[in-house]
């Protein structure tokens, strides 16, 4: 019964405005990849699955944690940004990605990672945990 009543507190805590961005992104993402052709499904689309999954966990995670494993999570997830940045990067370059695809997910990445860069400040302004 304590688990209920703990799932309903944590049912009323608004989620952090980065991972519900991701969220969205994560979904338009996974429909783009879906359309990439087969011969890019185990090098392209495969990776850029896994670092956009990747990357809603670790928002995730960094929401519920606090003091440094909160701050390693936000460093991880500075990590696994760029390297998605530089894969559809390379994506838009071998026409995976439609120039309109890719300015509409770049713009969504930078957003990100303004987000991304201001909570790992107020991260480290709130010291040890």
């Given at each position: 019964m304590a688990e209920l009543h703990q799932d309903r507190a944590a049912a009323t805590v608004p989620l952090a405005p980065l991972f519900v961005l991701w969220e969205g992104l994560?979904?338009?993402?996974?429909?783009?990849?879906?359309?990439?052709?087969?011969?890019?499904?185990?090098?392209?689309?495969?990776?850029?699955?896994?670092?956009?999954?990747?990357?809603?966990?670790?928002?995730?995670?960094?929401?519920?944690?606090?003091?440094?494993?909160?701050r390693e999570h936000l460093r991880a997830s500075d990590e696994k940004l760029l390297r998605l940045r530089v894969l559809l990067r390379l994506c838009h370059t071998r026409r995976l990605l439609d120039h309109g695809g890719y300015e509409?997910?770049?713009?969504?990445?930078?957003?990100?990672?303004?987000?991304?860069?201001?909570?790992?400040?107020?991260?480290?302004?709130?010291?040890?945990?």
């Open positions: 994560t979904a338009d993402l996974l429909e783009r990849t879906a359309k990439f052709p087969k011969a890019s499904r185990f090098t392209f689309t495969q990776r850029v699955e896994n670092l956009v999954i990747d990357l809603l966990e670790l928002f995730a995670a960094a929401q519920w944690t606090s003091g440094a494993l909160k509409h997910v770049a713009r969504s990445l930078d957003e990100a990672g303004r987000m991304l860069g201001g909570w790992r400040r107020h991260a480290a302004a709130a010291g040890p945990s």
